[in-house]
Protein backbone atom coordinates (compact mmCIF):
# COMPACT_ATOMS: atom_id res chain seq x y z
CA UNK A 1 0.00 0.00 0.00
CA UNK A 2 0.84 3.49 -0.49
CA UNK A 3 2.91 5.27 2.05
CA UNK A 4 1.65 9.05 3.71
CA UNK A 5 3.63 11.26 6.25
CA UNK A 6 2.50 14.00 8.40
CA UNK A 7 4.74 16.59 9.93
CA UNK A 8 4.71 17.46 12.55
CA UNK A 9 3.13 14.79 14.53
CA UNK A 10 2.94 16.36 17.29
CA UNK A 11 2.62 20.36 18.24
CA UNK A 12 2.29 22.63 20.77
CA UNK A 13 1.34 26.40 20.50
CA UNK A 14 0.29 29.25 22.03
CA UNK A 15 -2.87 30.97 21.78
CA UNK A 16 -3.20 33.29 18.38
CA UNK A 17 -0.23 31.73 16.76
CA UNK A 18 -0.37 30.04 12.95
CA UNK A 19 0.76 26.11 12.69
CA UNK A 20 1.35 24.47 9.49
CA UNK A 21 0.76 20.62 9.15
CA UNK A 22 2.15 18.88 6.47
CA UNK A 23 0.92 16.05 4.21
CA UNK A 24 3.06 13.94 1.83
CA UNK A 25 2.59 10.93 -0.02
CA UNK A 26 5.99 9.48 -0.42
CA UNK A 27 5.79 6.98 -2.84
CA UNK A 28 2.93 7.94 -5.03
CA UNK A 29 1.90 11.22 -6.95
CA UNK A 30 -1.35 12.52 -5.89
CA UNK A 31 -4.09 15.20 -7.05
CA UNK A 32 -6.37 14.82 -4.46
CA UNK A 33 -5.58 14.92 -1.01
CA UNK A 34 -8.35 15.22 1.86
CA UNK A 35 -8.00 16.71 5.60
CA UNK A 36 -10.01 15.23 8.34
CA UNK A 37 -9.91 16.78 11.78
CA UNK A 38 -10.75 14.78 14.91
CA UNK A 39 -11.53 15.32 18.50
CA UNK A 40 -11.38 13.40 21.43
CA UNK A 41 -13.83 9.86 21.54
CA UNK A 42 -15.21 11.30 18.14
CA UNK A 43 -15.12 10.18 13.96
CA UNK A 44 -13.14 11.86 11.66
CA UNK A 45 -14.76 14.51 10.49
CA UNK A 46 -13.53 15.82 6.46
CA UNK A 47 -12.66 19.49 6.55
CA UNK A 48 -11.54 20.06 2.84
CA UNK A 49 -10.84 18.37 -0.23
CA UNK A 50 -7.21 18.99 -1.39
CA UNK A 51 -6.39 19.30 -5.26
CA UNK A 52 -3.10 20.05 -6.75
CA UNK A 53 -2.90 23.00 -8.34
CA UNK A 54 -6.35 24.58 -7.84
CA UNK A 55 -8.14 25.93 -4.84
CA UNK A 56 -9.18 23.86 -2.22
CA UNK A 57 -12.76 22.28 -1.14
CA UNK A 58 -14.36 22.86 2.23
CA UNK A 59 -16.96 21.19 3.88
CA UNK A 60 -19.67 23.50 5.12
CA UNK A 61 -18.82 24.98 8.49
CA UNK A 62 -15.22 25.07 7.73
CA UNK A 63 -13.57 28.59 7.46
CA UNK A 64 -11.57 28.52 4.63
CA UNK A 65 -9.66 31.65 5.84
CA UNK A 66 -8.82 29.54 9.32
CA UNK A 67 -7.63 26.36 7.74
CA UNK A 68 -5.60 27.41 4.76
CA UNK A 69 -4.60 24.23 2.75
CA UNK A 70 -1.91 24.59 -0.29
CA UNK A 71 -1.56 21.80 -2.65
CA UNK A 72 1.37 23.00 -4.54
CA UNK A 73 2.98 19.84 -5.72
CA UNK A 74 1.79 16.01 -6.27
CA UNK A 75 3.36 14.89 -3.15
CA UNK A 76 2.67 17.49 -0.69
CA UNK A 77 -0.47 19.06 0.94
CA UNK A 78 -0.11 21.61 3.69
CA UNK A 79 -2.52 22.58 6.17
CA UNK A 80 -2.14 25.95 7.86
CA UNK A 81 -3.91 26.80 11.19
CA UNK A 82 -4.15 30.82 11.81
CA UNK A 83 -4.36 32.37 14.69
CA UNK A 84 -5.27 29.41 16.50
CA UNK A 85 -7.38 28.95 19.64
CA UNK A 86 -7.82 26.13 22.31
CA UNK A 87 -10.82 25.03 20.24
CA UNK A 88 -8.72 24.12 17.49
CA UNK A 89 -6.87 21.87 19.26
CA UNK A 90 -7.38 17.99 17.96
CA UNK A 91 -5.98 14.96 15.96
CA UNK A 92 -5.50 16.23 12.19
CA UNK A 93 -5.30 13.75 9.81
CA UNK A 94 -4.72 13.41 6.02
CA UNK A 95 -5.11 11.28 3.07
CA UNK A 96 -4.88 10.48 0.12
CA UNK A 97 -6.48 9.33 -2.97
CA UNK A 98 -4.30 7.04 -5.56
CA UNK A 99 -6.85 7.04 -8.27
CA UNK A 100 -5.83 4.05 -11.02
CA UNK A 101 -4.89 0.58 -9.54
CA UNK A 102 -6.31 1.90 -5.87
CA UNK A 103 -9.56 1.72 -4.37
CA UNK A 104 -8.74 2.79 -0.96
CA UNK A 105 -7.36 5.65 0.68
CA UNK A 106 -4.83 5.87 2.66
CA UNK A 107 -4.26 7.72 5.79
CA UNK A 108 -1.69 9.85 7.28
CA UNK A 109 -0.64 9.07 11.14
CA UNK A 110 -2.18 12.28 12.36
CA UNK A 111 -0.91 15.52 13.85
CA UNK A 112 -2.13 15.76 17.54
CA UNK A 113 -2.50 19.76 18.00
CA UNK A 114 -2.46 21.29 21.59
CA UNK A 115 -3.71 24.83 21.39
CA UNK A 116 -2.59 26.85 24.98
CA UNK B 1 -23.09 7.33 0.36
CA UNK B 2 -25.98 5.09 2.07
CA UNK B 3 -25.71 5.48 5.76
CA UNK B 4 -24.26 2.15 8.07
CA UNK B 5 -25.12 1.10 11.34
CA UNK B 6 -22.96 -0.83 13.57
CA UNK B 7 -22.71 -1.51 17.14
CA UNK B 8 -20.91 1.05 19.56
CA UNK B 9 -19.03 -1.46 21.40
CA UNK B 10 -17.89 -5.31 21.65
CA UNK B 11 -15.08 -7.25 23.35
CA UNK B 12 -13.79 -10.18 22.14
CA UNK B 13 -11.02 -12.84 23.84
CA UNK B 14 -7.80 -12.95 22.66
CA UNK B 15 -7.32 -16.16 20.00
CA UNK B 16 -10.88 -15.93 19.28
CA UNK B 17 -12.77 -14.75 16.09
CA UNK B 18 -14.05 -11.31 16.58
CA UNK B 19 -17.02 -11.18 14.10
CA UNK B 20 -18.25 -7.15 13.49
CA UNK B 21 -21.17 -6.62 11.59
CA UNK B 22 -22.91 -3.82 9.49
CA UNK B 23 -26.19 -2.77 8.72
CA UNK B 24 -26.23 -0.89 5.59
CA UNK B 25 -29.82 -1.62 3.89
CA UNK B 26 -29.86 1.49 1.86
CA UNK B 27 -26.92 0.46 -0.51
CA UNK B 28 -27.14 0.94 -3.89
CA UNK B 29 -26.13 -1.52 -6.53
CA UNK B 30 -22.27 -0.13 -7.03
CA UNK B 31 -21.49 0.74 -3.85
CA UNK B 32 -18.89 -1.47 -2.48
CA UNK B 33 -18.60 -1.97 1.41
CA UNK B 34 -15.50 -0.98 3.01
CA UNK B 35 -13.86 -1.52 6.47
CA UNK B 36 -11.03 0.82 7.77
CA UNK B 37 -10.15 0.68 11.51
CA UNK B 38 -8.22 3.28 13.78
CA UNK B 39 -6.02 2.03 16.57
CA UNK B 40 -5.53 5.26 19.25
CA UNK B 41 -4.24 8.43 18.39
CA UNK B 42 -3.23 6.80 14.86
CA UNK B 43 -4.45 7.51 11.59
CA UNK B 44 -7.02 4.78 10.05
CA UNK B 45 -5.80 1.79 8.16
CA UNK B 46 -7.21 0.07 5.38
CA UNK B 47 -8.62 -3.37 5.93
CA UNK B 48 -10.73 -4.80 3.30
CA UNK B 49 -13.53 -4.13 0.49
CA UNK B 50 -16.05 -6.01 -1.24
CA UNK B 51 -19.05 -5.57 -3.64
CA UNK B 52 -21.45 -8.85 -3.43
CA UNK B 53 -19.11 -12.11 -3.60
CA UNK B 54 -16.99 -12.34 0.40
CA UNK B 55 -13.11 -11.18 0.34
CA UNK B 56 -10.44 -12.19 2.68
CA UNK B 57 -6.94 -11.39 2.80
CA UNK B 58 -4.15 -11.63 5.37
CA UNK B 59 -5.81 -9.40 7.65
CA UNK B 60 -9.82 -10.27 7.47
CA UNK B 61 -12.51 -11.83 5.94
CA UNK B 62 -15.71 -9.63 4.79
CA UNK B 63 -19.33 -12.35 4.46
CA UNK B 64 -21.31 -10.05 2.40
CA UNK B 65 -25.21 -10.53 2.62
CA UNK B 66 -26.71 -12.13 -0.89
CA UNK B 67 -29.30 -8.72 -0.65
CA UNK B 68 -26.35 -6.80 0.87
CA UNK B 69 -28.01 -4.92 3.21
CA UNK B 70 -25.51 -6.19 5.92
CA UNK B 71 -21.88 -7.57 6.50
CA UNK B 72 -19.80 -9.02 8.80
CA UNK B 73 -16.23 -8.26 8.92
CA UNK B 74 -14.04 -11.26 10.87
CA UNK B 75 -10.72 -11.27 12.34
CA UNK B 76 -9.82 -14.91 12.84
CA UNK B 77 -7.57 -14.95 15.69
CA UNK B 78 -7.90 -11.40 17.48
CA UNK B 79 -4.92 -10.53 19.03
CA UNK B 80 -4.44 -7.58 21.53
CA UNK B 81 -3.13 -5.50 18.92
CA UNK B 82 -6.50 -5.84 16.82
CA UNK B 83 -7.98 -3.29 19.43
CA UNK B 84 -9.22 -0.54 17.66
CA UNK B 85 -12.18 1.40 16.52
CA UNK B 86 -13.58 -0.45 13.12
CA UNK B 87 -15.32 1.43 10.75
CA UNK B 88 -17.74 0.01 8.29
CA UNK B 89 -18.15 2.59 5.05
CA UNK B 90 -20.68 2.53 1.76
CA UNK B 91 -19.80 4.07 -1.03
CA UNK B 92 -19.19 3.83 -4.58
CA UNK B 93 -15.84 2.29 -5.55
CA UNK B 94 -12.99 4.02 -7.16
CA UNK B 95 -14.88 7.08 -6.75
CA UNK B 96 -12.41 9.66 -5.59
CA UNK B 97 -14.49 11.02 -3.14
CA UNK B 98 -13.55 11.19 0.54
CA UNK B 99 -14.58 8.30 3.22
CA UNK B 100 -17.83 9.73 5.50
CA UNK B 101 -16.84 7.89 8.75
CA UNK B 102 -19.89 7.35 11.15
CA UNK B 103 -19.14 6.39 14.56
CA UNK B 104 -18.14 2.57 14.28
CA UNK B 105 -17.69 -0.20 16.66
CA UNK B 106 -15.09 0.10 19.25
CA UNK B 107 -13.47 -3.71 19.98
CA UNK B 108 -11.62 -4.81 22.92
CA UNK B 109 -9.66 -7.65 22.67
CA UNK B 110 -9.06 -8.95 25.90
CA UNK B 111 -5.85 -11.81 27.34
Known amino acids: GAVVSQHPSRVICKSGTSVKIECRSL??????MFWYRQFPKKSLMLMAT?????????EQGVEKDKFLINHASLTLSTLTVTSAHPEDSSFYIC????????????FGPGTRLTVL | DAKTTQPPSMDCAEGRAANLPCNHS???????VYWYRQIHSQGPQYIIH???NNETNEMASLIITEDRKSSTLILPHATLRDTAVYYC????????????FGKGTSLLVTP
Open chain 2, 50 to 52: GLK
Open chain 1, 50 to 58: SNEGSKATY
Open chain 2, 26 to 32: TISGNEY
Open chain 1, 95 to 106: SVYPAGEYNEQF
Open chain 2, 89 to 100: IVRVGNSGYALN
Open chain 1, 27 to 32: DFQATT
